[in-house]
């Protein structure tokens, strides 16, 4: 009877997280140019719009860009930074990984102003590539942490152990250390690829209109009106989204990145 009870309590709580999924998908299906549901007769044509229509097809392709580029950034700055922390232990070392992470415990709003600040004063607002940057440091947090948790899950008897038969730092970071670590590394790119395609603050106000990031092609297109076309575009996010943190969890540590500690006896 119990059993019963949590299995039903599972499936009314997993329909009401999705049952707000389904009714954007329903709304992205509809045969108008209307935000009916249930949907008023089905149609794929929104989504074939996001890669036909001009509008819509660049912004998809420079979300993606900004979303690589910066992620692929956040992972080069927080990587000689969580090898430093770990390897060297120097207490005073923590105080990095602190400056690491404060650009992700600020209010959002709080670190845009900042870049717009920033960007303003050199005379760099509005440049496409600040946007990367700023998407990089404000989601550094991201791969420092999954880098740390990979760190902390190398045996350093096998740093001694190479480093003993004379390998020096270089050689125990490529031969040793990269291939434990690699997944940890791929996972921290992927949570902040996906964030960064999803955020609009910070592109907005260090960008402006000279950048129109598919957030801000959402947020400027509801100026005309209501479109089944942003449905679609969220239902998008969201499978790639779901995608995403599937590949982590078939080939990463996934209960480990969420906080889950394993210790072998």
């Given amino acids: 009877m119990l059993r019963w009870l949590n299995s039903l309590m599972a499936g009314l709580i997993g329909l009401i997280l999705a049952a ?25 044509a929104w989504y074939a719009e996001i890669f036909t ?28 930074l969580a090898w430093f922390i770990w390897r060297w232990r120097a207490p005073w070392a923590r105080a990095f990984e602190v400056l690491g992470m404060a650009p992700f415990i600020l209010p959002p709003v709080i670190t845009a102003l900042g870049f717009l600040s920033f960007w303003s004063t050199f005379g760099q607002y509005g440049e496409p590539w600040t946007v990367v940057v700023s998407h990089a440091v404000f989601f550094v947090t991201l791969p420092l942490v999954t880098l740390s948790l ?17 390998a020096d730092d270089r050689t125990v970071l490529r031969t040793v250390v990269m291939p434990l670590v690699r997944p940890y590394m791929i996972s921290g790119f992927a949570f902040a690829f996906v964030l960064s395609l999803n955020e609009y603050i910070v592109a907005y106000m260090v960008a ?20 089944p076309t942003m449905a679609a575009v969220t239902v998008l996010f969201v499978l790639l989204t779901a995608a995403v943190f599937g590949l982590i969890a078939r080939f990463g540590d996934l209960p480990r990145l969420l906080g889950a500690w394993i210790k072998a006896d």
Avoid: H
């Fill in 208 to 227: 402006g209109f000279t950048l129109e990031t598919l957030p801000i092609k959402i947020f400027n297109a509801l100026r005309y009106g209501y479109t």
């Fill in 53 to 80: 229509d001009p509008g819509w097809r660049g912004a998809l392709v420079a979300s993606l860009v900004v979303a690589a580029s910066s992620a692929a950034l956040a992972v080069a700055i927080a990587f000689p």
């Fill in 20 to 44: 707000p999924i389904l009714v954007v998908a329903g709304v992205s299906l509809n045969a108008k140019r209307s935000l009916d549901f249930p949907p008023k007769g089905l149609s794929p």
């Fill in 150 to 166: 990979g760190f902390g899950a190398v045996d350093r008897s096998f740093v001694e152990a190479a480093s003993t038969m004379g």
